[in-house]
């Protein structure tokens, strides 16, 4: 199923409370229990005026579905293409020295 990264632009993001992310999270929570199983929530990450969320949907739309039922912005949806990270490297080093 594809990923998604979502950019919610929310100024101020970072001074949120505890109380104000836990507000956030429980509305989020709630909408993804109407829209059912097909859509999950991976994490999200809050900077000073950004909260970048991570989900995995089957399509943008449903995406937006939740964004909208739920009063969060969506400034951009994007569906990730492919995923590196440090071993990515490694595995582009070995398999040249494997057909070298």
Known sequence: MPKYIIEREIPNAATLSPADLKAISQRSCAVLREL???????????????ITCVYI??????IRSHAKLGGFPADRVLEVATIIDPTTAESNELAATAGA
């Open 57 to 62: 949907a089957p399509n943008a739309d449903l």
């Open 36 to 50: 059912g199983p097909t859509i999950q929530w991976v994490q999200s990450y809050v900077t000073e005026d950004k």
